[in-house]
């Protein structure tokens, strides 16, 4: 479902460049759940935006569901990202002057459905599913941090992707709330066969994960 082949990038800074991801291939199942742990700085996050089709590797191929994404054309691309990859970041922020129901139906709205009553459906059912049933038409600074990271999870889902890609989605929250967001990523592993991709700093969520990959100074350490 997810490959990645002789992946680079390099960041050219005043101070000279830093290889910050320096050669990986890697393979993830469909279906899957894996987590990548790492130190902070060893390129978690320059990997997943390079597999999100969100920053052109320096060098090397990523493959999504069939898909070489980096040979796609910009708009070909931006339509790839919305249809099929799903994002839960922590700065994966809501737009502010839009309800959590507004928010949950934007992307399937730019993927050219339109505003339907449809989308609306789902997007009410999804935020449904989250425990936000209560809060459709609450705006985001209206509802807690926790909450917000739900609505997040599901403008993701609202498309059907095949991929979510999270990047430390709970590392801002409180214990209990990160354990109920977490159960909720997983819960959408299991039931829909989402391919799931966390990084997490926490080692017993990445346990619990069918494939773990550790990065350490941009490699794969076996
Ligand atoms: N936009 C950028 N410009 C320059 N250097 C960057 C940029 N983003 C990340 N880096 C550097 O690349 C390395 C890997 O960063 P990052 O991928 O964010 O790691 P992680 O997510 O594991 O903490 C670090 O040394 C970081 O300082
Ligand atoms: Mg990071």
Redesign the pocket.
């Given at each position: 479902m997810l490959s990645c082949r002789g992946l680079r990038?390099d960041?050219?800074?005043e101070r000279g460049a830093?290889?910050?991801?320096a050669g990986i291939d890697l393979e993830i199942a469909a279906g899957r759940y894996a987590a990548i742990i790492?130190?902070?700085?060893?390129?978690?996050?320059?990997?997943?935006?390079m597999i999100g089709g969100l920053?052109r590797p320096s060098q090397g191929q990523v493959t999504v569901d069939g898909t070489d994404i980096w040979s796609l054309s910009e708009n070909a691309l931006a339509a790839f990202r919305n249809k099929r990859i799903g994002y839960v970041f922590q700065f994966a922020s809501l737009l502010p002057t839009l309800r959590l129901v507004d928010n949950v139906a934007l992307p399937a709205m730019l993927g050219g459905g339109g505003r339907s009553s449809a989308t609306y459906a789902r997007a009410t059912a999804l935020l449904g599913q989250m425990g936000l049933g209560e809060h459709l038409d609450a705006y985001p600074s209206e509802v807690s941090a926790g909450e917000q990271r739900r609505a997040v999870i599901a403008r993701a889902l609202i498309n059907e992707p095949a991929l979510i890609l999270a990047?430390?989605p709970t590392s801002d929250l409180d214990e209990q709330t990160e354990i109920e967001i977490m159960d909720e990523l997983l819960a959408v592993n299991r039931e829909r066969g989402t391919t799931l991709v966390l990084?997490t700093h926490n080692l017993a969520l990445a346990e619990q994960a069918e494939q773990i990959v550790h990065?350490a100074h941009?490699m794969i350490v076996p």
């Open positions: 990038k960041y050219v800074t830093v290889a910050a991801v790492g130190r902070s700085g060893s390129g978690k996050s320059s990997l997943m935006a920053s990047d430390e990084v990065i941009g």
